[in-house]
């Protein structure tokens, strides 16, 4: 092993840095995050300002282009993401392959990549052009894929899109119209979806942004590219946490048997992590997390169900952790998964769904990074060393002398 290691020694600089905890792997000018301040800009616009005053569609815009859209520009956007909802009837049948009971991010992994196959006169990523395209059809119709994943999961017809609805209000009517009675979208419930879309629009390098980053540079078409960042964040330590997190508010069950599960989370014998705590940037309040906070009970207190068990656990939990000398040292705080779960679950969401939604969200963040990283005159295949620590050279034993 050492003379491995004197032999990368000879090529020069290099560094060693397992979960890139201090090597930036692109420069970007889309999002900004200062996790020991607890603050977060999409393209210097503070997260609070935009969830307060701005909506998805505009967030997609600012990310996508850079700036805020003009009234005009902001139509003519609008239209066109509204033009690209529906998605090709034959998709019907690539999800009619899936067991019924397949998790629906398993199948979003599956029918995202198949976009490629279904709209492979837009994966030439040397045309501005088609890569305009791929990208208002990805933020268009990975929402209506979505819903369907989730029809399917139930058994229930697909719905397909109204353009006169905005695009979370569509959204939430693919999800939960049925033939027989159209879902009356509830203006404040949109607001909400719409909110929850727009905090989890971008965040810069995290695993599946730099996912889709890696794969793109190889010149992978953009519709592989969103797949493996969608794969990615399915895992629970990102965006899996929340499915997740929702689960283990429903385990405590009520706020006495909170402490229990607290020792555990300090229990280094014990794999219990606290889910929706900690962060591996934010080591302060993840801005988002105050924002979604505030959201759920105020979601919970239109739908008449403040006294919700898993919202009150939820508080509780917050508040023993925040005082606990345990997430102090570690600077542990609730992330935006924390609070998101339960206002889903008020919504109706299945916890199964949560993830996918999650990734509806995140398509625009995705795809802004993959357009600056293939814009970048700069730009090189991912290709991370390694420190070899396995065998030396050695010669081959037939298997009959081993
Ligand atoms: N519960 C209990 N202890 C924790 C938690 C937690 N949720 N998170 C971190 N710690 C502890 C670790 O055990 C470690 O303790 P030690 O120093 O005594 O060994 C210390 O805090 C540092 O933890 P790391 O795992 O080194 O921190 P890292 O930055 O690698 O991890 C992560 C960040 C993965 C988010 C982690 O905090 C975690 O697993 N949280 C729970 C899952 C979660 O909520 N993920 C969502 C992230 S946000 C998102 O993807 C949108």
Known sequence: VMDIRSLYAKTGLFTYDPGFTSTAACDSAITFIDGDKGELLYRGYPIEQLADKSNYLEVC????????????QFKE????????TMVHEQMHYFFRGFRRDAHPMAVMTGVVGAMAAFYH?????????????ASIRMIAKIPTLAAMAYKYSIG????YPRNDLDYAANFLHMCFSVPAEEYKVDPKIARAMDLIFTLHADHEQNASTSTVRLSGSSDANPFACIAAGVACLWGPAHGGANEACLNMLRQIGTVDRIPEFIARAKDKNDPF???????RVYKNFDPRAKVMQATAKEVLSILGVENNPTLQVAQELERIALEDQYFIDRKLYPNVDFYSGVILDA???????????????????????????????QKKIGRPRQLYNGATARDYQPITQR
Request: charged share 15%; proline share 8%; no cysteine.
């Open 61 to 72: 815009y600012l990310l996508l282009y850079g700036e805020l859209p003009t009234p005009a």
């Open 121 to 133: 006169d837009s994966t030439d990523i040397n045309d501005p052009q088609q890569r305009e395209i």
């Open 273 to 279: 992590r606290l889910m929706g705590f900690g962060h």
């Open 77 to 84: 956007f609008e239209q066109l993401v509204t033009r690209h």
């Open 156 to 159: 229930q017809p697909f719905v």
């Open 347 to 377: 919504i109706g969401f299945p916890t199964s769904m949560f993830t996918v939604l999650f990734a509806v969200a995140r398509t625009v963040g995705w795809i802004s990074q993959w357009k600056e990283m293939i814009g970048d005159p």
